[in-house]
């Protein structure tokens, strides 16, 4: 594996390049708030880390990655089961890895701004829970219903088994524009997702992940609809 990553870089440029750091980082306690302009081995040396575990972690999840952006861009080709596969492994498990951390991220942020930022992180909260609450029912929806019966459908391609999909699949994409409203008034309310001049640098990460939340989700929203689901219309 070629490593891109090593211990001379500074915490916050390792988190640049790879967004997913952050996650690895809040499991080792590394701190890329306060601390982010510090190399990784002054954090490694200072906790009496595993160096060669952290960085096989970060530079095998920045490989990963790369890996994913390179497999989407042949998605259309892909028979349908295999499209449902890329979905789940890339944007389901991207969900639930992320949308429990920035809940988490978001919560500390509304107790430590909520004197001067009080109104707007709390809507802000409370948009989040709800978009947290839909996208968990959807993600079971589609793994337990939906992308079954497709699989079924591309094995046994009856009209029956077309239809029964088909059903279920006008459900999810209502879904879909619920989540989106969500996500709009969520950008609406933080002018941007626009950090204030006092915002910490959690501040700034958790704005990051909420968007980095947003253009996961309209890209599978855009996979689903405007690709797989129209091989079932």
């Known amino acids: 594996m070629n490593k891109i990553i090593n211990k001379e870089q500074r915490i916050g440029e390792i988190a640049t390049i790879f967004p997913g ?3 690895i980082f809040m499991d080792y306690e590394i701190d890329f708030c ?3 302009d510090r190399p990784l081995s002054v954090a490694i040396e200072e906790k009496d880390l595993n160096e060669y575990e952290l960085l096989d972690r970060l530079n ?3 490989e990963k990655m790369k890996d994913e952006l390179e497999s989407s861009d042949n998605f259309k080709e892909k028979t349908m089961s295999e499209q449902i596969d890329y979905i789940v492994n890339k944007h389901h498990t991207f969900m639930k890895e992320e949308m429990p951390i920035t809940q988490e991220l978001l919560s500390k942020i509304l107790k430590v701004h909520y004197v001067s930022h009080g109104t707007e992180l709390s809507k802000l909260h409370r948009l989040f829970n709800n978009l947290k609450a839909e996208i968990e029912e959807h993600l079971i929806k589609e793994e337990e219903l939906l992308f079954p019966m497709i699989k079924q459908y591309e094995k046994d391609p009856t009209e029956e088994n077309r239809k029964k999909a088909f ?3 006008e459900e999810t ?3 879909h524009e619920a989540a989106g ?3 709009k ?3 609406k309310i933080t002018d941007g997702f626009k950090v204030p001049e006092d915002g910490c640098n959690t501040y700034r990460i958790t704005f990051e992940k909420i968007e980095a939340i947003e253009k996961d989700l309209f890209e599978h929203i855009h996979l689903e609809n405007n690709i797989l689901f129209e091989r079932l219309k």
Do not use: H, W
């Open 185 to 187: 008034e969520m950008r």
């Open 173 to 175: 994409e209502s879904e």
């Open 181 to 183: 409203d969500i996500l």
């Open 34 to 36: 306060c601390g982010g």
């Open 21 to 23: 750091a952050t996650n």
């Open 60 to 62: 095998s999840g920045y």
């Open 167 to 169: 059903k279920v699949l």
